[in-house]
């Protein structure tokens, strides 16, 4: 599969001459959604994006395609070199050589789950209607397997090839004024994981423990936050802040204050593609076929750095490298320039329940709900709701659920009141529009005074 | 096209009640010059088959890549589409009933005066460079960078369903924007035009773009950036608040274009983007708004987003009143849902982002209809004694049921006795949904309504990015709560 597909390509960029660069991306997608315990969505999904880069001195055309025969290859690289003419002179520094060797990585590939269809995905949802109408309860969510392949070939020498599956099983079991909610999206060999059992059966519970929620006033209360709700905050600071092109316009939180602690020393911020925490997909290298490295942004809570594609290095000059974080190719959605795609929140070493113990008045919340970053970017201000699933903390002990709460709080803010983190963390994906494909891998919080306004 | 109605027959032959199959072929342009440099260019084309069953009572999909002539590929997406539809058939529950459509045939196409695809690269580039020299121009030394966008979509679809729809349609969005963000010391502001995101989409062709004039505009959206930097925040307090269309185009679709929905009012949604506080058993008989408030969606509006011929299962464009003197009278629907409701027929909202996606409910043109002796926002600042002016969405977040809402906006005008004073920065409001509407005591005339595009409207999952289009014009809510954070 890899040689076939890097033979094809390198023929292709030969064939064609000159400075050229493909990148593919190809992904087969089983998607089975319900909801009030019946599908409502299913299908299977193959595709592939071709991207041809083609240089003319330093002048840059692009242009996709989804498909990788012969003919087509050459059509998409005759188009880029056709635009390319037509372009001002850019920064353009040549394409990736393929010197660099990949770092390590995790392997994230499982025959078992590229080979889950929707007869295996109905499978695994049953179980889930069972138990949840046994509760009196109905199901809604999703239950996804896939794969995704990326290749990179360039006229200066760089050959890369990867694999990785996915897998996501989410449940919200509900009787149309509680919910219970849990996730796995993380572990590409999940699907068929022992503790599927154990997702639902919590899904259901929580459920039973959000009946009749009480309001709540506003005002500051501790909170203990779930690996979801954390993610949530985690995805608005990677769109505005810790990519280059935020560096540059000075709107990031870290602009001008590299090296500076920006929250307390309990947070450290990742992106790190290469080890697999917590079985999120790997990803060795980029679009561009350059490298990724592990890159940190909040180091205790100081800033230090941001993530570069080979063109805002090159902009920002100083000896600048990419990082290997160009935006995946087909992308609609992440126009932002280079962006963090495995996104990881350091863990601490506590349990969850000993997170809880520390709290006498607060909050237990399972999720966040439609957050918004964009506030002020320069302070990380945010606001958002919450869902599926919002507890009062009362003596070191979760009571009774409560409604829903908006809240509006400076991540800078919540990362200097940060008491305690757990010691597991879980990964939320972020599915977007495009391609993209994210990977949040926080643990369990503990906030002191979460700003909730009702 | 002949390939699509055997398919439907031979799908039908081998146990599907329905089947409807589309091709599409995709072809976007996306141009962006920052600062002078070209910092994003390509053009692509994406090319496939979806398939869509009911067998059993259940769905299924399958989608494969391939230009019109593949018949491997669209063979493969049927075979899929039954494997799918049969995997959940055995899962049980209610069985999909679909509402009556008369066959369609016909071609449509979106009236494009000059075709943004031929314009040559040099002309698009000289724009964007010279909008991007003004912005810098006009904010001086302040300046941290200037954008400028452009950027079209052609859509080629042909749709057949085995109840003998066989339609054919063009489909072509056009537009740009631009943006400037200044910073002076550690304050950083910036202003868009003439929408952050997508800036001004229509549907048409590159007439889409000259009619927003972005050079004209661009000196005085870097003076507002500028002023931004040394605003005052905007005060915190209950006040009334004049929203100009820019954002109440963002309002109506938060807070009307969502919640009527008629799948997220089943459920359907729950697991993404959430449900809705407009249940079935609410419709005629909730007062969503004040008596000014009529809401409309219509696919049928000329040069909209959310214009078309036939939706993707082949139900012709149509125009629904969701919300009558502020009664909530109407759905967003498909042919399924409308099954559902006990409705006749379909409201014409089912789309898919493109080949390789199941389509699913979407707004269209989901538009606040003016006052026919309405006032201009000029007109409404003056008859406002106390107040605040806000314009172009910067944030936006709403709970899961689409009542708990705030959005933020890039700029705001105190209004002090019929009269705009000073801008204050980080404008925030906030409240829920009916109760604000409620709170309309005005809606501007008709020659104060402005069309709006969104390109990026995300539901879905996995994911779909929808073009939607609203029109209004602008409109004044008393006792909304203001603040800057």
Redesign the interface.
């Known amino acids: 599969m890899s040689d076939e597909l890097l033979t094809r390509l390198e023929s292709a960029v030969r064939r064609a001459g000159g400075d050229v660069e493909l990148s593919v991306h190809a992904s087969q997608?089983?998607?089975?959604?319900?909801?009030?315990?019946?599908?409502?969505?299913?299908?299977?999904?193959?595709?592939?994006?071709v991207?041809a880069r083609v240089a003319i001195g330093r002048r840059v055309?692009?242009?996709?395609?989804?498909?990788v025969d012969d003919a087509a290859l050459d059509r998409v690289i005759a188009?880029a070199r056709t635009?390319a003419a037509?372009?001002?002179e850019?920064?353009f520094g040549g394409f990736d050589d393929g010197s660099t060797p990949l770092a390590a990585h995790a392997p994230s590939w499982d025959a078992a789950t590229a080979a889950v269809?929707?007869?295996a995905?109905?499978a695994l949802?049953?179980p889930a209607?069972a138990a949840c109408a046994r509760a009196g309860l109905t199901a809604?969510?999703?239950c996804?397997a896939g794969e995704t392949t990326l290749a990179v070939a360039t006229s200066a020498g760089a050959r890369r090839w990867h694999r990785y599956t996915r897998a996501r099983f989410?449940l919200?079991a509900?009787d149309g004024r509680a919910?219970g909610r849990r996730s796995r999206d993380g572990r590409a060999w999940s699907l068929v994981a022992t503790d599927h059992d154990a997702l639902v059966d919590d899904a259901v519970a929580r459920a039973a423990r959000s009946k009749e929620p009480q309001p709540l006033l506003p005002g500051d209360y501790d909170v203990v936050l779930e690996p979801h709700a954390v993610a949530e905050l985690c995805e608005w600071m990677a769109l505005t802040s810790f990519g280059a092109r935020a560096i540059?316009?000075?709107?990031s939180a870290l602009?001008?204050r590299i090296g500076e602690p920006l929250t307390g020393p309990a947070l450290t911020l990742y992106d790190d593609a290469l080890g697999g925490e917590d079985g999120a997909p790997t990803a060795p290298f980029d679009a561009e076929g350059t490298p990724r490295r592990r890159v940190t942004f909040l180091d205790g809570g100081v800033a230090r750095e941001v993530v570069h594609d080979r063109g805002s290095a090159a902009?920002a000059g100083g000896g600048a490298r990419s990082t290997g974080h160009a935006p995946p190719i087909?992308d609609?959605?992440f126009?932002g320039?280079p962006v963090p795609q495995h996104l990881m929140l350091a863990a601490g070493d506590a349990t969850v329940d000993e997170l809880v113990a520390r709290v006498e008045r607060g909050l237990y919340v399972s999720r966040f709900?439609?957050?918004?970053?964009?506030?002020?970017?320069?302070r990380a201000?945010m606001?958002?709701?919450t869902?599926d699933g919002l507890w009062r903390i009362e003596n070191g002990r979760i009571a009774g659920p409560v409604a829903?709460q908006?809240w509006?709080m400076s991540f800078l803010d919540a990362g200097r009141r940060i008491d305690r983190c757990s010691g597991i963390s879980r990964t939320r994906a972020l599915?977007?529009?495009?391609l993209s494909e994210c990977w949040f891998v926080c643990p369990t919080i503990l906030v002191r005074g979460w700003k909730f306004?009702g | 096209m002949a390939l699509l109605p055997d398919i439907v027959a031979q799908l039908r032959r081998r146990g599907a009640s329905f089947a409807d199959a589309r091709h599409v072929r995709d072809e976007r342009e996306a141009l962006a010059v920052r600062d002078g440099r070209v910092e994003r260019h390509f053009r692509a084309a994406s090319a496939g088959f979806g398939v869509r069953v009911l067998v059993d009572g259940a769905w299924g999909f399958g989608a494969r890549a391939g230009e019109r002539d593949d018949a491997a590929a669209l063979d493969a997406a049927a075979e899929a589409a039954l494997a799918t539809a049969r995997a959940a058939a055995s899962l049980g529950g209610p069985r999909v009933a679909l509402a009556d459509e008369e066959p369609q045939r016909g071609r449509y196409a979106t009236p494009v005066g000059r075709d943004f695809f031929a314009v040559p690269l040099a002309d698009k580039l000289a724009l964007l460079v010279g909008v991007s020299d003004a912005l810098r121009a006009a904010a001086g030394a302040r300046a941290r960078s200037a954008s400028a966008h452009v950027g079209a979509r052609r859509q080629d679809k042909l749709l057949a369903t085995s109840d003998g729809t066989s339609v054919e349609q063009t489909l072509v969005h056009t537009g740009g924007g631009m943006k400037i963000v200044v910073g002076e010391g550690d304050a950083v502001a910036h202003r868009s035009y003439p929408m952050e995101l997508d800036g001004g989409v229509a549907a048409g062709g590159w007439e889409v773009i000259e009619r927003f004039d972005f050079l004209g505009h661009a000196p005085a959206i870097a003076d507002e950036a500028v002023a931004l930097l040394t605003a005052p925040p905007c005060p915190a307090g209950e006040t009334t608040v004049i929203l100009d269309t820019t954002q109440l185009a963002l309002q109506i679709h938060e807070s009307c274009g969502h919640p009527t929905e008629s799948d997220r009012a089943f459920g359907d949604e729950v697991s993404l983007a959430g449900a809705s506080f407009l249940t079935p058993d609410r419709l005629g008989r909730f007062r969503y708004g004040s008596r000014h408030v009529n809401l409309t969606a219509d696919a049928t509006t000329p040069g909209a987003l959310g214009s078309f011929g036939w939706d993707d299962e082949g139900v012709p464009a149509r125009k629904t009143p969701l919300v009558a003197r502020g009664q909530f009278v109407g759905y967003l629907t498909s042919r399924e849902t409308a099954a559902r409701l006990g409705l006749p027929r379909s409201g014409g909202c089912l789309r898919a982002e493109a080949w390789n996606r199941f389509p699913i409910i979407r707004m269209i043109n989901v538009s606040l209809e003016p006052d026919p002796r309405g006032p201009s926002l000029e007109e409404l600042v003056a008859d406002t004694d106390d107040g605040v002016v806000m314009g172009n969405n910067k944030s936006w977040s709403i709970d899961d049921l689409r009542l708990n809402f705030q959005f933020g906006c890039e700029i705001a005008w105190e209004v002090k006795r019929g009269k705009r004073t000073r801008i204050v920065k980080n404008p925030l409001y906030g409240g829920t949904t009916p109760r604000f509407w409620q709170a309309c005591d005005a809606v501007g005339g008709p020659d104060a309504f402005r069309m709006w595009g969104l390109l990026s409207c995300g539901k879905g999952d996995p994911m779909q990015l929808m073009a939607v289009g609203h029109g209004c014009p602008p409109a004044r809510f008393r006792g909304i709560r203001v603040g800057s954070e």
Do not use: K
């Open positions: 997608s089983g998607t089975t959604r319900f909801a009030g315990s019946r599908v409502t969505q299913t299908g299977d999904v193959v595709d592939v994006v991207q055309g692009a242009a996709r395609v989804n498909a188009e635009l037509s372009m001002p850019s920064d269809d929707a007869a995905r109905a949802i049953a209607f809604a969510g999703l996804a989410d919200i509900a919910s540059e316009d000075g709107s602009a001008g902009l087909g609609e959605l126009d320039g709900h439609y957050v918004n970053g964009l506030l002020d970017t320069r201000l606001t958002g709701m869902r829903n908006r509006t599915i977007a529009g495009g306004t």
